[in-house]
């Protein structure tokens, strides 16, 4: 699996949109981009993936540079519930093992 | 079931014993992983079953950890001897084998050696 990078940490404004950034610079063709959160002491939640085209859910947007190389998440309106750890993972087709990396801890402030 | 379900919530273990952590997977996800988190650290993998294939140990810290998948659902994971390193949250997670579904992760079992 490719290796991603993310920033250790983020603050947001409640009700500002919150973009947090991954690179993936080393992603093949056939791998997927996956988000995923963590509030603390609970399982990871998925958020959103995409392989190539931008994607939106009820929670959020994946915006995927044309290259493929790098992704931002984006919670348009974030909330103060939005504070949590979030993981960029990449996926290749054998759906086998992620390597999750230490995330980025974004903290939503009044 | 509704979600992925994993027992115990918490586990608190002698050094040196065995313990047994249970993973339902949701009916249907022929994938399985289990990850391992320790306190304010990232999620390391530990091993992987899908289907009736051989499963992926690769994250298998020593052999005092195994894990096995029956008839396909149920999944156990056993650690030996255990240590205070072994002190962890033991996440469980599944899927539909395809890459395009993501993982949907149990809640976890807090073990704590002592």
């Known amino acids: 699996d490719a290796k991603t990078t993310q920033p250790p940490s983020m603050d947001c404004a409640e009700g500002r949109a919150a973009n947090l950034p991954c690179n993936h610079s080393?992603?093949?063709?056939?791998?997927?981009v996956y988000w995923y959160r963590q509030i603390h002491s609970q399982g990871p939640q998925y958020i959103i993936h995409?392989?190539?085209n931008n994607e939106t859910n009820e929670m959020a947007s994946l915006i995927i540079t044309e290259d493929r190389k790098s992704s931002t998440l984006i919670l348009p309106h974030a909330t103060l519930r939005d504070t949590a750890v979030y993981y960029c993972?990449?996926?290749?087709?054998?759906?086998?093992?992620?390597?999750f990396g230490d995330g980025t801890t974004l903290t939503v402030k009044p | 079931g509704a979600g992925v379900s994993q027992s115990p919530s918490n586990k608190v273990t002698e050094k040196g014993k065995d313990v047994e952590l249970r993973c339902d997977p949701i009916?249907?996800?022929?994938?399985l992983y289990w990850y391992r988190q320790s306190l304010g650290q990232g999620l390391e993998f530990l091993i992987y079953f899908q289907g009736n294939s051989a499963p992926d140990k690769s994250g298998l810290p020593s052999d005092r950890f195994s894990a096995e998948r029956t008839g396909g659902s149920v999944s156990t994971l056993t650690i030996q001897r255990t240590q205070q390193e072994d002190s962890a949250v033991y996440l469980c997670a599944s899927s539909y084998p395809a890459v395009r579904y993501g993982y949907t992760f149990g809640s976890g079992t807090r073990l704590t050696v002592v």
């Open positions: 009916s249907g996800h022929t994938a």
């Open positions: 080393t992603i093949s063709g056939n791998e997927y």
């Open positions: 993972i990449v996926r290749n087709t054998n759906a086998g093992k992620s390597t």
């Open positions: 995409g392989l190539k």
